[in-house]
């Protein structure tokens, strides 16, 4: 069995049951962090003086905060900021980002590769910003920073960073990064009714997703997670279509709706975690769970080295929708709990994925939980309890949206075997 380290630092303690990071197989695995003292809220030197309501900035006070604390986490694991592999960073306006951004970059000499989208809701009163991070330990060998052709980002990150067999991509928009969406990601205006904005969009990204990884040593075939976010939900079914196209056997995704993305008229971002494939490192694919099969065009599980990475999980069997076991009885209004019920379902199955792995639960070292309504995390909080003694570092954001219908809930964790 890998061994997982728990780390602990001098940064406030969460209300919330999960473990402010993990070190494992190389890698350090980051809870989100808030600007928060867990005490007051957002504490007073992470916002402006009300008394000064004209100097300073909510959004670089905030940042400021969070890095700090992620600084302090880091040091504790055996790393820096140096050594940041991936990063995702959550916005409930995403006109704060210019803020955030001027910030980030007294932080990072050399910026990680990073996903930025907008979440309708966060877990503290007035938190604007939650950062995420992937962070390689010290004795985990040298990083390289991935350039291909691909058009530059105008903000703070890099396009991708390799750190041993493993190559954390950032997260791609259909951009030239000078004209917004170009004119190939988009319709022609004179034939309106001609093609498709989703599946132009997409494919522009995965097409320059392939020239990263190319230039990482690596290819589409070799990614091992994959996130999608959505403006809007409707966006799927052309989405997946072009998905199908560029993966023969799909990875494990998850995919979620999300209030806003930084360029104009863009519908959609694309985040993955690829491997360089040679003689001693491959993946495998976990299918045999005993799990309902998903109608869409990803795997359950994939395992690479000693890690698993798992799909998001959504409370469906995928032939009724929220099935019956996970919703509350309709004669019985006031009895039980929907979100509670929707957990518990979710827990279960990733139970029979990570076991079919050669992993279980209690080896989760990053989980990230998407909710519809932010008011339901006290009861998804409570099942969450029941299942982890030590929890995994875990990021809760809201979303405008899941893929099956009355979801209130979806789970995206990765373990280790």
Known sequence: MTERRAITSSNPKPLAHYTEAIAVGGLAFLAGQL?????DGVPAEARKDPNFPYYGSDIKLQTRFILKH???TLEAAGSSFDRVVKAQVFLTDLRDFAGFDEVWREFFVVAPP????????????????EIDLISALAEGGGLIAVSSSNPKPLAAYSEATRVGDLVFAAGQLATDFKTGVPKEARKDPNFPFYGSDIKLQ???????LKTTFAAAGTSLDHVVKAQVFLTSLDYFAGFD????????VPPPRTTVGVTDLLIKDALIEIDLIAYVADGATKHEIIADTGNPKPLANYSEAVTVGSFVFAAGQLATDFTAGVPKEARKDPNFPFYGSDIKLQTKYILENLKRT???AGSSLEQVVKAQVFLIDLNDFAGFDEVWRQYF?????????????????DSLIEIDVIGVR
């Open 35 to 39: 600007a928060t003292d867990f005490r």
């Open 70 to 72: 992620l600084k302090n």
């Open 114 to 129: 990073r996903t930025t989208v907008g979440t309708s809701g966060l877990l503290i009163k007035d938190a604007l910003i």
């Open 202 to 208: 997409t494919r522009y990204i995965l097409d320059h």
């Open 241 to 248: 279509e072009v998905w199908r196209e560029y993966f023969k």
């Open 354 to 356: 990570l076991a079919a």
């Open 389 to 405: 003694a030590v929890p995994p570092p875990r990021t809760t954001i809201g979303t405008t949206g899941l893929l099956i219908k």
